[in-house]
T-cell receptor, first 115, second 113 residues
Framework: EAGVAQSPRYKIIEKRQSVAFWCNPI?????LYWYQQILGQGPKLLIQ????????DSQLPKDRFSAERLKGVDSTLKIQPAKLEDSAVYLC?????????????FGNGTRLTVT | AQSVTQPDIHITVSEGASLELRCNYS??????LFWYVQSPGQGLQLLLK??????LVQGIKGFEAEFKRSQSSFNLRKPSVHWSDAAEYFC???????????FGAGTRLAVHP
């Protein structure tokens, strides 16, 4: 099966600019996650979708971050305006369900550098 | 508070040597534990998981991990390391029925020939 696809792989922007990341999960996976991985730290969950509804966005900085999953398939994560501390790898993951401990399948991530 | 601690930031071993990566967790409910591996520029790949039953679990690539409730630990082991095992390893904890995972900060493994 095709894995989780993410684009772009790398992005460099200046602070206060906006940026968007795209994720295409594994076909048929109902649950989609966005994680932020800052250098030297483990991934931190930003938002979890079940189909096209948000299950958990408690750690999403909503003043600058937004995410959507239209039609319950692809998802985009946006940052506007970006801050220096947003420099990180943004990982998208999907699983067949969000409530059965089915394995998370991760994409290769988007590395964001904010200057 | 729920947390995962990986005490070793960086470990170096010789090829063919044994390996043990430490993981300690703090979790209010029955924990469900995972080890993931991340190669440079790649996403995370699941090595193994523990939900219940036998406390020694086998994973892919010859890895195993042992759950010790009394020590709140879930250490990862491999009897003989290969150069291709060089990567970063993450321990994670979650709750049954919820796929939200809390990750440790990771241990970077280097393998000397």
């Amino acid at each position: 099966e095709a894995g989780v696809a993410q684009s772009p792989r790398y992005k460099i922007i200046e602070k206060r600019q906006s940026v968007a990341f795209w994720c295409n999960p594994i076909s048929g996976h109902a649950t989609l996650y966005w994680y932020q991985q800052i250098l030297g730290q483990g991934p931190k969950l930003l938002i979890q979708f079940q189909n096209n509804g948000v299950v958990d966005d408690s750690q999403l900085p909503k003043d600058r971050f937004s995410a959507e999953r239209l039609k319950g398939v692809d998802s985009t994560l946006k940052i506007q305006p970006a801050k220096l501390e947003d420099s990180a790898v943004y990982l998208c993951a999907s699983s067949s369900s969000g409530t059965d401990n089915s394995p998370l399948h991760f994409g290769n991530g988007t590395r964001l550098t904010v200057t | 508070a729920q947390s995962v601690t990986q005490p070793d930031i960086h470990i170096t071993v010789s090829e063919g040597a044994s390996l043990e990566l430490r993981c300690n967790y703090s979790y209010g409910a029955t924990p469900y534990l995972f080890w993931y591996v991340q190669s440079p520029g790649q996403g995370l790949q699941l090595l193994l998981k523990y939900f219940s039953g036998d406390t020694l679990v086998q994973g892919i690539k010859g890895f195993e991990a042992e759950f010790k409730r009394s020590q709140s630990s879930f250490n990862l082991r491999k009897p003989s390391v290969h150069w291709s095992d060089a990567a970063e390893y993450f321990c994670a904890v979650g709750a049954w029925g919820y796929n939200k995972l809390i990750f440790g900060a990771g241990t970077r493994l280097a393998v000397h020939p």
